[in-house]
């Protein structure tokens, strides 16, 4: 609570305005007197120089009981009537609270806290002399006079700040020369973005990680950080629309081209390197929205060899069922909105690498600006607290919801890695220790089958995105390519009748009865 240090301020009886009532069983028949007519100004710092005892109690009867009561005890002989709300008061409490009867000028009804009331029971604030108001104090007190660093609270706090000061000027210059790590700028970096930082190169087995206001803005910023003007990618056929749009209409504005293989044709890859100096191989896996797989490792070892980096977007993965790293890729980018953050509340991208990589990407990030906001941090980091356990329900849900919807009559397709039929399943078996939350399958119909399918659906919301604790179904056709002609849409590989189903961490039981009822529908 702030000093007052303002001239100090005598309420009266006579003044106009409704009267103040005290807590506490009052009879109100009975007329006004004493301190119950009075407008009651609490000493500075007051709650401070409770004991432990007397804040207990305060939660209970109420601050303005105790200092009435106190006031009462005090001033029994001092003209001012005991109030009758002081007999309801705790005597502990009241005990615990010292009033200086000499502090208190007192006249008829007259109650006056003088400017140094307690001041001397705050040292610290002492050296607040150069602030002259309650304005200032209430800006400055209790940070720029000096905090305290909760460092033994269970969760991560959030530092709410734009900025970072330096005490003295020596101290930003030993900064800019790197002789002493700090924060300088919210836009490069927060004590509670870098708890989220940290947690995902735990788990990636990453020297560094970056946190980006979202999936696109990390795999934007790191193509346009590691491939030059004039540069050569290689990508792949399957990937998210996004994606593929900055590849074929930004990228070339920058002289940046492309090749697009298949994700699993390993030849068409070679020729790419051997005709092009290659600077970067990206590509999903497993891939949006057919979840195809690439060979991390054997890509990893051919780019390499030519001087091409390798950045695998892990996001359908996450780091729990693919290390990406550790199969040999030099950097692993994750739409932290989907599985990392896992509850559909928050936008966030990460890149992990080595610490030189993303080090470089960092350098152009705190140009483009796309910093996290430290309320999104805390989100993830709350939201990874159970990423292991929502994966593995859904990896469990979605590997037995695949096999049984192969089997149905009105399923034409299924595309899952956990399916022996899928084109990649033996390199997800090697690469990948669970196979993920996404099903993506073709009804047996055209656009409007479909979508009486999806609309039969109770449990799932008709939604973009995936990953998170509630269940997720779009259709592709409609969601992410209705812009486009149904021929259009087919040469990539989007048929009407395509349906992506993101499982939550709801009943395996209850989806499967919903999905087998929206069926019978069609």
């Not at 399957?238 to 697009?260: H, N, Q, S, V, W």
């Not at 039969?456 to 209705?482: H, K, N, T």
Request: with cysteine; hydrophobic share 40%; aromatic share 6%.
């Amino acid at each position: 609570m702030a000093v007052c240090t303002c001239p100090p301020r005598v309420f009266t009886s006579s003044q106009p305005g409704p009267r103040p009532r005290l807590a506490g069983r009052v009879d109100a028949t009975a007329p006004f007197h004493g301190l119950s007519s009075l407008i009651l100004r609490f000493p500075p710092n007051f709650v401070r120089q409770l004991s432990t005892k007397a804040r207990r109690n305060c939660s209970n009867i109420g601050v303005a009981q105790i200092v009435a009561a106190s006031w009462s005890n005090n001033n029994s002989n001092s003209g001012i009537p005991a109030a009758p709300s002081a007999t309801a008061v705790d005597a502990a409490a009241t005990a615990a609270i010292p009033v200086d009867p000499a502090k208190l000028s007192a006249g008829g009804d007259e109650v006056v806290f003088e400017n140094d009331v307690q001041l001397e029971a705050l040292p610290d604030l002492k050296e607040a002399s150069f602030l002259s108001s309650d304005g200032s104090l209430a800006i400055h007190a209790g940070e720029r006079l000096g905090r305290g660093i909760v460092t033994d609270a269970i969760t991560t706090p959030v530092v709410n700040t734009s900025a970072y000061f330096f005490k003295k000027t020596a101290d930003l210059i030993d900064f800019k020369e790197k002789r002493a790590t700090s924060f300088e700028y919210g836009r490069y970096g927060n004590p509670t973005t870098v708890v989220v930082e940290e947690k995902i190169s735990a788990l990636e087995g990453a020297e560094s990680t970056m946190i980006l206001a979202s999936g696109m803005c990390a795999s934007t910023v790191m193509l346009m950080a590691l491939v030059p003007a004039g540069g050569h990618i290689v990508t792949t056929t399957d990937c998210y629309r996004k994606t593929r749009i900055f590849i074929e209409t930004i990228l070339p504005k920058m002289g940046i081209t492309a090749t697009i293989i298949d994700p699993a044709d390993v030849g068409a890859l070679e020729s790419a390197l051997n005709e092009h100096k290659v600077s970067l191989f990206f590509t999903e896996s497993p891939t949006n929205p057919f979840l195809r797989c690439v060979d991390i490792k054997l890509v990893s070892e051919l780019c390499h060899k030519k001087g091409a980096l390798v950045c695998i977007d892990g996001t359908f993965a996450t780091p729990l069922n693919q290390k990406a790293l550790a199969l040999g890729a030099d950097l692993v980018v994750h739409s932290a909105t989907k599985y990392i953050g896992g509850h559909n509340d928050v936008l966030a991208g990460c890149i992990s690498g080595s610490l030189k990589l993303v080090s470089e990407i960092r350098t152009l990030h705190h140009i483009l600006g796309g910093a996290l906001n430290p309320n999104a941090a805390y989100l993830i980091i709350r939201g990874m607290k159970t990423l292991h356990l929502r994966v593995q329900q859904q990896n469990s849900t979605a590997s037995r919801m695949a096999k049984i919807l192969e089997a149905h009559p009105k399923v034409a397709r299924v595309y899952y890695p956990g399916l022996s039929s899928h084109p990649e399943h033996q390199l997800a078996k090697r690469q990948m220790t669970g196979f993920g939350g996404v099903v993506s399958f073709e009804i047996d119909g055209d656009l409007m089958t479909t979508i009486k399918f999806v609309d039969a659906l109770r449990i799932p919301y008709i939604a973009p995105s995936f990953g998170g604790c509630e269940s997720i179904v779009d259709q592709p056709a409609i969601m992410s390519y209705w812009d486009l002609s149904q021929s259009e849409r087919i040469t990539y590989g989007i048929k009407d009748n395509l349906v992506r189903f993101s499982f939550g961490v709801e009943d395996f039981e209850d989806l499967k009865a919903d999905i087998l009822q929206a069926l019978e529908t069609i």
